[in-house]
């Protein structure tokens, strides 16, 4: 795979690659089917739910969480689907620290789940509580999956404006009571990565090497990679993510986009099949309705297509207009026709689809591609190039 990555050597610098953990590869958490879901307007009804579901497992997610059973009834029979699918990936549950919400995950037959509850003083008061009761809270919760033999790991909402002392206290707790895993928690996006990272190492010290350690992230300052990336160096486990980083205001981070920078920049091995990932945010947005832009990483539309003629000129060396390879993405890669193409455009469209067009009449067409892609404001079709060339040679 190194042959097909074309980043700086500057990545390569004690300064910028050391700290990382490659002996073993970074896991990814999706939550694309409860915290992406959370995106305005966004609902996947079980159908969708199950083929998403499929299709991250083919990907090679670790864990998916399958939603919220308590939420609906339509929440409750996708996640029993998923759960009975026999998927490679873990299904997890999502529980807030509720017995009823556990309860409902029991029911279900869901043998792991995360807990959540608020831990900063902000967020704690808006929900009515104390800093006792959430403690409880945690205690009676974790104690209760536990005992239904169920793995849990602990999520604590807005970790990241925790008082840490009172941060430490909760994990202590829930790590007491039975919890196996627990989350730093960037609720909303509120952390430079900087801090992400400083912050995940210091709850690595608190919990110690053998405690499974995961990173939520947000993408509130555009960050959402970052904060990943910065987590991972921090000593983090697994990141938490969506596809095309859907979510709630700015959304998560974006676990293809975590994946390709962690290899491609940071050399850091990654469990994931990112040929597949462009398929699977496809399918995202098919059933969410929507449609991310085409210069988006990994799955724009636009990331190997080229219009503008200086760049075509350059087409047939891809590492010297792109930083790695489009097969490691499963991209297509492509020349298109517009008022940005030069004559080697032409030359590399007329060999493309396999027309026969003199090198006479790369201008004169050249010139038409150009007054149609103005006018019009957009590019010019395969089918209308054809035709403009079978013009200019009627006219020659």
């Given amino acids: 795979m190194q042959d097909k990555i074309w980043t700086s050597e500057l990545n390569g610098r004690d300064e910028v690659a050391g700290g990382f953990d490659r002996s073993k590869p970074v896991k990814l958490y999706d939550t ?10 966004i609902v996947f009804n079980p159908e969708e739910k199950f083929q998403i579901a499929s299709a991250l497992a083919d990907l090679g997610i670790g864990r998916i969480e399958a939603g919220f059973p308590r939420v609906s009834a339509a929440d409750s029979q996708a996640v029993k689907r998923i759960l009975n699918a026999g998927l490679d990936s873990e299904i997890w549950g999502f529980s807030r620290a509720v017995a009823a919400d556990l309860d409902a995950l029991i029911e279900l037959g869901i043998k792991q789940t995360l807990i959540e509850i608020s831990t900063s003083d902000l967020k704690i ?12 809270k945690v205690r009676d919760a974790v104690k209760h999956a536990v005992a239904n033999d169920m ?4 999520f604590a909402v807005d970790s990241t404006r925790s008082d840490l002392d009172f941060l430490h206290s909760v994990y202590d707790t829930a790590l007491e009571a039975g919890a196996a895993e627990i ?70 981070s974006d676990l293809l986009e975590v994946a390709l920078a962690l290899k491609c920049l940071y050399d850091v091995p990654v469990e994931i099949n990112l040929e597949k990932g462009r398929e699977v945010s496809a399918l995202v947005q098919q059933a969410g309705n929507y449609h991310v832009d085409g210069w988006r990483p990994v799955v724009g539309d636009n ?38 193409s030069g004559l080697l455009s032409i ?36 089918e209308e190039f054809i035709r403009l060339a079978d013009d200019a040679k009627a006219a020659a």
């Fill in 32 to 41: 694309t089917l409860r915290d992406g879901e959370q995106a305005v307007g």
């Fill in 125 to 136: 008061k808006a929900y009515g509580f104390d800093r006792p009761k959430v403690v409880n």
């Fill in 151 to 154: 793995k849990v790991l602990f």
């Fill in 183 to 252: 989350a730093v928690v960037d609720t909303i996006g509120a952390c430079a990565p900087e801090a992400v990272e400083w912050m995940v190492r210091e709850v690595r010290g608190w919990i110690g090497p053998d405690i499974p350690l995961h990173f939520h992230g947000h993408n509130d300052f555009g960050l959402g990679t970052a904060l990943a990336i910065a987590a991972v160096r921090g000593g983090a486990d697994w990141i938490q993510g969506t596809i095309n980083g859907i979510g709630e205001r700015a959304g998560n």
């Fill in 303 to 340: 990331l190997f297509t080229r219009e503008s003629g200086a760049v075509a000129n350059q087409f047939h060396i891809p590492e010297a207009i792109e930083p790695y390879s489009h097969d490691i993405v499963g991209a297509p890669r492509r020349i298109v026709l517009g008022k940005k």
């Fill in 347 to 382: 030359k590399l469209k007329k060999e493309e689809l396999g027309i026969d067009l003199p090198e006479s009449l790369y201008a004169p067409v050249l010139a038409k591609v150009k007054e149609l892609g103005t006018s019009e404001e957009r590019l010019v079709t395969d």
